[in-house]
Structure formats: structure tokens, C-alpha cells
């Protein structure tokens, strides 16, 4: 079992930067790809970043790429989500997750109670 915890979410103008964390307890926080997805109001939710477990290799939704950094520190049980040029179409809640089998955008088994984003324009 391992337990997730969210931070850093808040409201920020558009072109704005905010930082996630995403803090784990229980396990190995190593043994874990790590993943961040969000959902926006009335829509699905989907999946925006991970970075597996094995060697540390970053995957994003194209939507993100170039603006989000996925990140972890094994040593501080945590994994980030940088982002940078925010737009208003990137508000939703995020949540973040973790899997022991290296899956990257399904297949996640732990899933933290979401931080909310908010990017005005």
C-alpha cells in the first residue's frame, strides 16, 4: 500500500507557473512509476504526465509538452509536476498516482485526493 498526498495547487493568472508535489508513504517510493492526470469540470479525466519507476524516463499528453516537467526525488518520497505557461483551459483538478507496473498512462492502482487548479485569463 502507499499513500499519496497533493500540494501546491492554487489560482494563477494565465502564463503563469505554479509547482506540484505529490508526497508518498508506505512502500519503496522507488519501486513506483509515477504519473499526474487531471480532470476538468463535466470532462473525463486524463492523463498529463508520469515517469516510470525503472529509469526515470518522462512521458507527457501533447497538450503539456514543452510547458510541464514531470520530476521525482526517491530520497524525499516525491514526485513534481513544474508548470510553466499556464492556460485557462489547464484548470481542473490534479491528481497524481502511482503503479508497480511500470504503466504510463493506465493501469495506476494509487491515486492521491487531488490539488485544484486554477488559471484565469
Known amino acids: 500500500q502507499v499513500q499519496l498526498v497533493e500540494s501546491g495547487g492554487g489560482l494563477v493568472q494565465a502564463g503563469g507557473s505554479l509547482r506540484l508535489s505529490c508526497t508518498a508513504s508506505?512502500?519503496?517510493?522507488?519501486?513506483?512509476?509515477m504519473g499526474w492526470f487531471r480532470q476538468a469540470p463535466g470532462k473525463e479525466r486524463e492523463f498529463v504526465a508520469a515517469?516510470?519507476?525503472?529509469?526515470?524516463?518522462?512521458y507527457y499528453t501533447d497538450s503539456v509538452k514543452a510547458r510541464f516537467t514531470i520530476s521525482r526525488d526517491n530520497a524525499k518520497n516525491t514526485v513534481y509536476l513544474q508548470m510553466n505557461s499556464l492556460k485557462p483551459e489547464d484548470t481542473a483538478v490534479y491528481y497524481c498516482?502511482?503503479?508497480?507496473?511500470?504503466?504510463?498512462?493506465?493501469?495506476?492502482?494509487?491515486w492521491g485526493p487531488g490539488t485544484q487548479v486554477t488559471v484565469s485569463s
Open positions: 515517469i516510470r519507476r525503472s529509469d526515470g524516463s518522462t
Open positions: 498516482a502511482a503503479n508497480l507496473l511500470s504503466s504510463i498512462s493506465v493501469g495506476y492502482d494509487y
Open positions: 508506505g512502500r519503496t517510493f522507488s519501486s513506483y512509476t
